[in-house]
């Protein structure tokens, strides 16, 4: 409705102007150019009526100019009013469809939406499965909508966002995941996993050491921290670790090697004298038996 009563306006403004023209035009075409002498009236002629033309067509752009600078100004304020209104219609839009949303899951039964809930869950680990890392993601985002402590979908985006190498959104989703599960030790593996690839030890330690609390059942773990205690030269606590994989896997060759070079570096000759005897009765044709019984004798 605007735009056409600015067209309006401008129209009638144009007529005017046109209309003042045509009114001045017989005054420039009787000018009296007649006393002049005859060598000089073409000329003359010429001259004046081109600086009356010039005249009148600069006062007509500046009375068109005043006129139209208004309008200017009110059609600028007018598109930037209609950009206002257009985002409070898309924001009424989107905060419409949020309504719809909600309703439509109100008007579900607890059944219903416990159903449609382990539905995406379930299409989020397929596409994850299947690389479709974008059809993941809207999937478990959409469950989370559902229910903002599906730990399940939580866990699912976290992967979605590592296999996008989107490291700090999977590290804050695991640990936002772990305030909604505590005790879940497979999630603080990952985020020692994560820091320890981002050559952050400290933190893969504190991660590690937090795991094997929780579940103190895998000897792995053990063995990996105290490679990591090591790593930042702490033999004392490193050789509590290894000796607690020992301790779930005693004939593992390779829990009894690292338990004779931590013991050895903490200068513990029993320790180490005893976890030889064992690695020696395991694996009795293990290559480094002669290195470690001389490392040893030195202690």
Request: a neutral charge; hydrophobic letters at 40%; proline letters at 3%.
């Amino acid at each position: 409705m605007f735009n056409i009563l600015f067209l309006l306006v401008v129209l009638i403004c144009l007529g005017v102007i046109v209309f003042v023209i045509w009114k001045k035009t017989p005054q420039l075409s009787n000018l009296d150019v007649d006393s002049l002498p005859q060598e000089k009236t073409s000329r003359k002629k010429h001259e004046i009526i081109t600086k009356r033309i010039e005249a009148r067509s600069r006062e007509v752009k500046i009375k068109l100019g005043d006129k139209l600078r208004p309008l200017d100004k009110l059609w600028r304020q007018s598109q930037l009013k209609f950009r206002v209104y257009v985002g409070k219609i898309e924001h009424l839009i989107h905060h419409e469809q949020m309504i719809k949303t909600k309703q439509e899951q109100s008007l579900l039964t607890s059944e219903e939406k416990e159903v449609k809930l382990k539905n995406l869950i379930q299409e989020g680990e397929k596409n994850l499965q299947l690389d479709n890392l974008d059809k993941a993601e809207h999937a478990f985002i959409s469950a989370i909508k559902m229910n903002v402590k599906a730990a399940a979908a939580y866990r699912g985006l976290a992967e979605v966002y590592l296999q996008k190498d989107s490291t700090e959104e999977a590290k804050q989703t695991f640990i936002f995941l772990l305030r909604l599960e505590p005790e879940n030790d497979a999630v603080m593996v990952r985020l020692a996993e994560m820091a320890e690839s981002q050559n952050n030890i400290e933190e893969a330690i504190e991660y590690y050491q937090r795991a094997v609390v929780a579940n103190d059942s895998l000897s792995p773990r053990f063995a990996h921290l105290a490679e990591l205690l090591l790593k930042v030269n702490q033999p004392l606590v490193a050789v509590e670790a290894i000796l607690q994989s020992v301790e779930l896997e005693p004939q593992n060759p390779k829990y009894l090697d690292l338990l004779i070079e931590t013991a050895i570096l903490c200068q513990d000759n029993k320790l180490a004298t005893q976890a030889y005897q064992n690695l020696r009765l395991v694996n009795p044709e293990n290559s480094k038996l002669a290195d470690f019984k001389g490392r040893i004798d030195k202690i």
